[in-house]
């Protein structure tokens, strides 16, 4: 069983940064995918990024990409998610995911799953 505990968000006025952290209580499988997503308030779920754990794929959301950097620390199962120039749309629930990628889809759906973390963006 993997337990993921996300920690860094927070309030912040937009052009600011935050960097979102995600523990993983265990070394997930090699071919795991760590990742993110985010819900904003009445909104469905949405897909931020993921990396290979043990590899350089990385993915972003269209949308995402630019502001958005995905990254890990093997010696400390964590993985992390940048994001620079914070607008008020990007205030969610951010998520932390580790599962496996539908390579035929090219899609993660994450198998297991963090608490979530808020981050909310003033004007």
């Known amino acids: 069983q993997v337990q993921l505990v996300e920690s860094g968000g927070g309030l912040v006025q937009a052009g600011g940064s935050l960097r979102l952290s995600c523990a993983a209580s265990?070394?997930?499988?090699?071919?795991?995918?760590m990742g993110w997503f985010r819900q904003a308030p009445g909104k469905e779920r949405e897909f931020v990024a993921a990396m290979l754990w043990s590899g350089s794929n990385t993915y972003y959301a269209d949308s995402m990409k630019g502001r958005f950097t995905i990254s890990r620390d093997n010696s400390k199962n964590t993985v992390y998610l940048q994001i620079n120039s914070l607008k008020p749309e990007d205030t969610a629930v951010y998520y932390c995911a580790a599962g496996p990628w539908d390579w035929g889809t090219s899609t993660f759906t994450g198998e297991y799953w963090g608490q979530g973390t808020q981050v909310t963006v003033s004007s």
């Open positions: 265990v070394r997930t499988f090699s071919s795991y995918f």
